[in-house]
């Protein structure tokens, strides 16, 4: 065609270049911002010694520790403890007492190294904090490092 005014080809190889281009830069940056740990799992054998399934000495219980309004509640799945209530102290809840109760526990009972909390949705973020630090450890070291989480079903 002579004169011009034909129709132009739109050429895409620049703009997937820069595309490519940003995405490897994306990817690199996000590697670099974002660190990707290891969560720390603790599953509990389904074997004993030798293979069998595990006597009644050799299980270990489960605790679980919920957090209320008005408590603190220990429940443990060994049927020889009976569960804890720790009741509210004015306006916070007794965590040092939660942690002494743990120690006990810890000492005296065949326990998973990990603990479950459980909380509904209307507790507050820092006493749900509060109850991990003081199952986490005391004074005399560590207590339950694993700590899970749980929300409590509504009712």
Known sequence: MAGGGGEGELNLVPYLDIMLNLIMFLLVVTAYIVELREAPVLVPSLVGEGGSPPSDAEKKGFLSVTVSPRALSVICSLDTVPPIELLRKGASLPYPDLTKVLRQLKETQNLEEALQIVADPSTPYSE???????????????????????????Q
């Open 128 to 154: 749900v904090v509060a109850t991990m630090d003081a199952a986490r450890s005391d004074s005399k070291g560590d207590l339950f490092p694993g700590i899970q989480l749980a929300l409590a079903a509504s």
